[in-house]
């Protein structure tokens, strides 16, 4: 079969096997959730890989030497075969020139014609191949021709001395002459043979070559296979196709028969085309005398079938074994890759959460162990997460239990905290109270022995009274802290120029730095300006700096120095300079601890219960500024405060309250000049003014206008400022108006009651009861005082005080007794106690100032000197500013109306004019 | 008369004491304002019995007792403390201190005389035996 067939059958059997194939790989691809991935195609793809490598290669291997072998096998065969032909043919010839040489032994001189006739005979009985024979004597004559077919001829004298039958054979020996054929079809040849003898002539045969033919007729190679001969030219002498002969056809060109004759190029040919073209097989003899050459070809077509055909077995063993290979290798690739997959998805879900997964795998190889691992490991991780999550159990049951005590202490110290501030609130009056006693009595003992006649016992008494006083302010101190730290200390910010602040503290503070001898210094900066702070805390810190300088400095130098500094901010910093024992880091650490005044030592040498720092500290922080300090043992201590700074620095914009109504200041004075002044004093401020001249108009313009603020006499013969006030505080929308009073009184404490003219705080002692008093002293007929207490031995006291010929003095023990004095006969004072049972202090004020004829009474008003928010606010009922009328200053009005319409209403305290 | 040293720093305390004793009109108070002085007096006055105030200055009341009864001159001399510590272990340690008797601020009167009082009846009839 040809190569082509062969190709067609591989190509088809190789779609065959691609469908096959196909369906195997879907198929095995498919149900492969478990078997899909690329090791398992490597898998299959390397086994049949392998298998096809092998396969092929071992086929090819074979078939390429079966090839070579069968050729060579073939071209050996042909080569016996050609050489069997020439070796025929040679025989042939050679015994034709034998007999033809029979025919030249006779010399011309003397045989006769008739022997040479005989020989003749002979030969033509011996070799049946010659058909004529032509004798020439030694000249080229023609003597005897005899032929099988006509009848002999002697003595022609035909002339062949010049041809080449007689020349060549003379020259040579022997002649072969070429080819030709008679009658079209039978070939022969011209055989000229010289004798021996120098006159033997020459013997010329026609030679009929049917033999050569036949014989290479005979030769049989395969089925296709034939032989031919050339001549020594390379014509074609023989060949089965006889019409090739005859064409004369000339051969001599192809590689094969060029190589036979030895032509310089040509190479050895195996394989060559023949005449048609077509690939032979290809092998020669030479017939030896003649030059001949006998080819036996074969056509490479059949040479090669076998080849052929054996390709074609190894493709479709090849074919069958990819099959195989396939389906085998899909076979242990699931079986390799299955286990391999298990552990993977095995693993997958182990690792996303799902530790009850376990492992399948039963190969009994090291797949299995693998996998037995991963359930030992999955196993072990779920028993620590069980494990895990009972501890976080345990732990949040625990955390829950915490939770709940904390809330339950905290729910404790709530309580606490609040029955402390019951215990402070009842503390601070029942504390008091004895001391009242113990100071108040002993002063009254001293002061009067003279009259006692008990002179003897000032002294004891004297110092009584100082170490009650003394633990009165100890008391203080502690119920101030304690306060401070139950957050009831309010702050009640004032504006307050600092200079006079400063002189007044340094004032009090001279005679403690007197006691140790030591100077005392102010170093101010000019234009310290204002602060807007509580001044009484102020006083407080300032004085317990310079109290503490004082104490521990011996003959030294004590200096308040007053900064403004500007650090992040405005601050005013106030600093002690001190020139005493100073303090060790040591001691330095506990300072502000409370209760601890540097350590025992010193707290013996130098008194106190070291509150003092402890609370100024707290006090400082509690404003927005601090306490620090330095110090040198040896050397002296710094303590520095630090302070806001003042109101000019305090944002703007947010503190300008919104307030519906008119930018204008409304003035209510029934005297029309002090109308006209302190209008013209605002106008020149740039502010508008509104002026009223009676307590009724007034309410009825700031109903109407909503004046920024209002400036309001007290004494008004129609509705007095108290009134007005009363009123504007009751209509809300007016109540946040800042009210600034105008009085006739010189007195001014921080703030002042609603109708009254001053206020002493207790516990009172006589020398400022006596100065409150003796303002209100009527010149010339003695004063009436009535004295309104709750508290006998108060009462006795100050009637005690007040006693000589200036006063009249009455009593009254709670609110009702005193309206009724009142009613009796009016007093020109009246000294009230605010906190009273019955009917309080505040009634009582109210009370009188409901009352026209009572109303110009002054009421200087006893109270405890930590005046609460909520007290003052009852008592000053939106009063913000108390001024004096004769003795204010107008610049002093502008800047204070100021301020006030600065501050946002719910802050501003009571103010007063420093 | 019965001679009583009271060591003290306070003035306002010791004014007081001796005011009061001396109106007893029997006793001769001594006065020492810190404990040094009260060594040296006690030494050098040999008084029949001692009032000690606990905290002072410098050699405070208990370093005094213990140089008090280390010193075989003041050794038999009755020595009472006087603290204005609340604390419980102020007694204890008091008396750790050599003192015979703890009594606390503020006094009371009475019973700080009984106390002078027994302990020198104490002493006397320890005197009185040997």
């Known amino acids: ?914 | 008369m019965i001679k009583l040293m009271y060591v003290d720093d306070n003035d306002d305390n010791v004014y007081m004491l001796k005011m009061r004793l001396e109106l007893l009109d029997e006793f001769e108070v001594l006065v020492a304002e810190d404990g040094e002085k009260g060594c040296a007096m006690a030494a050098a006055e040999r008084p029949d019995v001692i009032l000690m105030d606990l905290e002072m200055p410098g050699v405070d009341g208990w370093e005094a007792t213990r140089r008090v009864k280390s010193n075989p001159q003041t050794r038999d001399i009755p020595v009472i403390a006087l603290s204005a510590h609340a604390l419980t272990g102020a007694r204890d340690k008091a008396l750790a201190a050599g003192c015979d008797e703890f009594d606390t601020k503020p006094i009371d009167f009475d019973r700080l005389l009984a106390t002078i009082r027994r302990l020198l009846a104490v002493k006397q009839r320890a005197a009185e035996r040997s």
């Open chain 1, 1 to 914: 079969m040809s190569a082509r067939d062969v190709v067609g059958r591989l190509a088809a059997g190789w779609h065959a096997l691609r469908r096959l194939a196909g369906r195997a790989w879907s198929r095995a691809t498919s149900d492969a959730r478990t078997i899909r991935g690329r090791l398992f195609r490597k898998y299959v793809a390397l086994f049949v890989a392998v298998v096809c490598v092998a396969l092929l290669s071992n086929g090819a291997f074979d078939v390429w030497f079966y090839y070579r072998e069968h050729k060579v096998a073939l071209v050996r065969i042909q080569r016996e075969q050609a050489a069997a032909a020439a070796a025929k043919i040679e025989q042939f010839i050679r015994e034709i020139d034998n007999q033809l040489g029979w025919t030249t032994q006779l010399s011309w001189s003397d045989g006769t014609i008739e022997q040479r006739r005989f020989d003749g005979s002979r030969m033509f009985r011996q070799v049946p191949a010659i058909t004529e024979l032509s004798l020439l004597d030694p000249k080229g004559h023609e003597q005897l021709r005899m032929s099988r077919l006509t009848m002999d001829v002697e003595g022609s004298q035909a002339d062949f001395s010049r041809d080449p039958k007689f020349t060549e054979a003379v020259a040579h020996k022997i002649y072969y002459g070429p080819v030709y054929f008679r009658r079209e079809s039978e070939p022969y040849m011209t055989i000229a043979m010289a004798g021996a003898r120098r006159d033997a002539g020459v013997s010329v045969a026609e030679v009929n070559l049917k033999l050569i033919w036949d014989v290479v007729s005979q030769i049989k190679v395969g089925e296709h296979g034939y032989a031919y001969v050339v001549d020594a030219q390379g014509r074609l002498i023989a060949h089965p196709d006889i019409s090739l002969v005859l064409r004369k056809t000339d051969l001599s060109r192809l590689p094969q028969v060029r190589e036979a004759r030895g032509e310089v190029g040509a190479a050895q040919v195996e394989e060559a085309e023949n005449i048609e073209g077509r690939d032979v097989l290809t092998a020669h003899a030479t017939i030896a005398p003649l030059g001949w050459l006998v080819f036996v070809e074969l056509p490479a077509q059949e040479a090669n079938a076998p080849l052929y055909a054996a390709l074609e077995r190894l493709a479709w063993a090849l074919l069958a074994a990819l099959i195989f290979a396939v389906l085998a290798g899909i076979f242990l690739a699931r079986r390799m890759v299955g286990p391999i997959q298990a552990l993977r998805s095995g693993a997958a879900r182990i690792g996303s959460g799902d530790l009850t997964q376990r492992i399948e795998i039963k190969t009994g190889d090291e797949l299995e162990g693998l996998a037995d691992q991963f359930n030992e490991m999955a196993g072990r991780l779920q028993e620590s997460y069980a494990d895990l999550e009972n501890k976080v159990e345990a732990r949040t049951h625990e955390l829950s239990q915490a939770m709940r005590q904390l809330e339950e202490k905290s729910q404790q110290l709530e309580t606490a905290s609040q029955h402390k501030s019951q215990f402070l609130a009842n503390m601070s009056h029942e504390l008091r109270t004895p001391l009242n006693a113990i100071i108040g009595l002993s002063e009254m003992m001293f002061t009067n022995a003279a009259r006692f006649g008990t002179e003897k016992a000032i002294e004891p008494l004297r110092r009584v009274n100082r170490a009650g006083t003394h633990l009165l302010g100890l008391i203080n101190q502690v119920l101030d802290l304690s306060k401070i730290e139950a957050g009831k200390i309010d702050l009640n910010p004032e504006t307050v120029s600092l200079a006079p602040l400063i002189d007044e503290v340094v004032g009090t503070a001279r005679h403690l730095a007197d006691q140790n001898k030591n100077r005392l210094v102010v170093d101010a900066e000019a234009n310290l300006g204002a602060i807007t702070v509580d001044a009484m805390r102020l006083r407080q810190i300032l004085l317990n700096l310079l109290g503490n300088a004082c104490k521990f400095t011996k003959e030294g130098d004590v200096t308040l120095r007053a900064r403004k500094v500007v650090d992040g901010g405005n601050w005013i910093e106030l600093a002690v300079v001190d020139t005493g024992i100073g303090m060790t880091p040591a001691q330095q650490g506990k300072l502000f601890e409370e209760f601890v005044q540097a350590d025992s030592s010193v707290a013996r040498s130098y008194g106190g219960t070291g509150l003092g720092l402890a609370i100024s500290r707290k006090l400082a922080r509690m404003m927005g500024g601090d306490v620090t300090m330095t110090s040198e043992q040896g050397k002296g201590s710094v303590f520095t405060l630090r302070l806001p700074g003042s109101a000019e620095t305090a944002p703007a914009a947010s503190e300008e309250i919104d307030r519906p109504g008119s930018d204008c200041i409304l003035v209510i004075d029934d005297d029309a000049t002090a109308r006209e002044l302190v209008a013209d004093q605002l106008k020149s401020q740039g502010f508008s003014v509104v002026t009223a001249s009676g307590g009724l108009e007034g309410l009825k313009r700031a109903k109407e206008l909503r004046p920024i603020a209002i400036t309001l006499d007290v004494m008004m013969p129609d509705l007095d400022g108290w009134s007005v006030l009363a009123a504007l505080r009751q209509d809300s929308t007016l109540a946040e108006i800042p009210v600034i009073m105008m009085t006739i009184l010189d007195e001014q404490r921080r703030g002042t009651a609603l109708g009254a003219s001053g206020y002493l705080t207790k516990p009172i002692d006589r020398e400022r009861l006596q100065r409150m008093v003796s303002r209100f002293r009527s010149p010339g007929a003695p004063t009436r005082v009535l004295l309104v207490d709750d508290d006998d031995i108060q009462r006795e006291r100050a009637r005690a005080w007040l006693g000589g010929p200036h006063w009249i003095v009455q009593e009254a023990a709670n609110g009702r007794e005193a309206l009724a004095r009142v009613r009796e006969s009016k007093p020109d004072l009246i000294l009230l106690d605010l906190m009273m049972p019955e009917m309080d202090g505040f009634a009582v004020v109210a009370a009188l100032q409901a009352e026209p004829s009572w109303r110009d009474i002054p009421v200087v008003v006893i109270t405890a000197s930590d005046l609460s928010a909520e007290d003052r606010k009852r008592l000053s009922s939106g009063v913000q500013s108390v001024l004096v009328k004769e003795t204010f200053r107008p610049t002093e009005l502008v800047a204070r109306i100021r301020q006030l319409v600065k501050k946002p209403p719910a802050d501003a305290g009571m103010g007063a004019a420093s």
